[in-house]
């Protein structure tokens, strides 16, 4: 039987990229296979579902029996993703007896919508991968349990010298939630915030994003990673969702706290923001905002963009390298198309970052995440042609109101979404 052609061979493992259990049988069936995208790809981001209901539960445990069994697997990955489910979460609890250290090269990490039964053994297990120095936590809760229950498994902390190590190597922190956290993502904070015996500040992080749908614990993030210190001078990414409160829409800069953290991170190239006018998305639907709160953020945002020290003096740039901006706004559907959604105050920001502050600046990004009720599924097919309309004329409206940095060269996108 004459042998498949690389070129089909290649296409076959591409459709496959995404189904790890298919690319580790290509290997298993054919050494040939080491040099055609299957190694790539199981090189790449490796998604595993774990769910306690349904078919998937074991997918998790499949995954680690697979790669801890064949250790000429274990060189392969460097990038895994372990998620519950989202619709039904809390769905999946994280085994506490997990352990990564033996996956040498595993330098990416992602777990979102998962239980946490012991925190400070979860964090121990982060800690002991060796070579990590890209991670992502959203959507994670802690196991209440009752008091007086037996544990098998000791809540044992990470050791010293673990978690030193993590701080000094971690470049990438993406760290979020949209509810309650239950004290998990604080006993995070203290691995990730305490310096060394020797007093220096060893996090050293280039990308940090942190969306918490809950303010106080978005200010408590911001305020440890973005200091006037050395942690937010090596900053080059920064994503964050700004809150504002339901019952009050702030009048000045100063109102929002995590402007302040953000004026610190001068080396920043990239910028993004996600607006949420209230403290849980759960309430959108049950809460009308402020008549133009949205707008009201955007010429705030523009003022802050281009900062003046005092009453005489020139604006200056808060971000001289900054090379691309996004900007989500978010809210309920049916309110945002009935707010007064101005352009004006995109003429605003159009100004603020303009050539003569942003030099470097070559990309913005606009978007509109408006929320679906429950009763509508959350995608844009639904949307009645009157509303798309609505939506396009004046997101057409938006891109002409920041034309001008388009004729500066930046490139301008914006657009709505249903979420």
Request: proline residues 7%; hydrophobic residues 40%; contains cysteine.
């Amino acid at each position: 039987m004459s042998p498949v052609p690389p070129e089909l061979l290649a296409m076959i493992v591409d459709y496959l990229h995404d189904d790890w259990r298919s690319l580790v049988a290509c290997v298993r069936t054919d050494s040939d296979l080491l040099s055609c995208p299957a190694i790539h790809h199981l090189s790449q981001t490796v998604d595993v579902n774990h769910y306690t209901s349904g078919t998937l539960s074991s997918d998790l445990l499949e995954f680690l029996h697979t790669f801890q069994s064949e250790s000429h697997l274990q060189p392969l990955l460097c990038s895994l993703h372990i998620h519950g489910s989202p619709d039904d979460f809390p769905s999946g609890t994280f085994p506490a007896f997990v352990d990564f250290a033996h996956f040498q090269n595993l330098r990416s990490l992602a777990l979102s919508y998962l239980l946490i039964d012991l925190p400070q053994r979860f964090c121990r297990v982060i800690c002991n991968i060796s070579v990590l120095e890209d991670l992502s936590l959203y959507g994670l809760a802690r196991v209440l349990s009752p008091p007086g229950r037996y544990r098998s498994i000791p809540d044992t902390p990470p050791a010293r010298g673990g978690a030193a190590a993590l701080r000094a190597r971690l470049r990438v922190l993406r760290i979020g939630a949209s509810a309650a956290c239950h004290g998990l993502y604080s006993t995070i904070a203290e691995l990730l915030g305490r310096d060394s015996p020797h007093g220096e500040d060893q996090l050293t992080l280039r990308v940090f994003e942190v969306h918490f749908h809950d303010a106080p614990r978005s200010e408590e993030w911001m305020k440890m990673i973005c200091t006037p210190a050395r942690r937010a001078r090596n900053l080059t990414r920064l994503g964050a969702t700004i809150v504002s409160p339901v019952d009050e829409q702030p009048d000045t800069i100063d109102s929002y706290s995590p402007f302040r953290h953000m004026s610190y991170c001068r080396a920043l190239e990239s910028l993004s923001i996600r607006y949420c006018p209230v403290n849980d998305h759960h309430i959108f639907e049950d809460h009308v905002q402020h008549d133009g709160s949205h707008m009201h953020f955007v010429r705030l945002l523009a003022q802050f963009l281009s900062s003046v020290d005092g009453p005489c003096s020139e604006p200056s740039p808060r971000f001289p390298a900054l090379k691309e901006f996004t900007l989500l706004l978010r809210g309920p559907a049916m309110e945002l198309l009935h707010e007064h959604l101005e352009t004006e105050p995109f003429s605003v920001l159009a100004t603020s970052l303009g050539r003569s502050l942003y030099p470097q600046l070559r990309q913005i990004t606009i978007v509109i995440e408006a929320t679906l009720s429950g009763s509508r599924n959350s995608t844009r097919s639904d949307v009645t042609p009157g509303e798309a309309e609505m939506w396009d004329d004046y997101m057409s409206a938006v891109e002409v109101a920041l034309s001008p940095l388009t004729d500066e060269g930046v490139t301008i996108r914006a657009e709505y979404q249903y979420v």
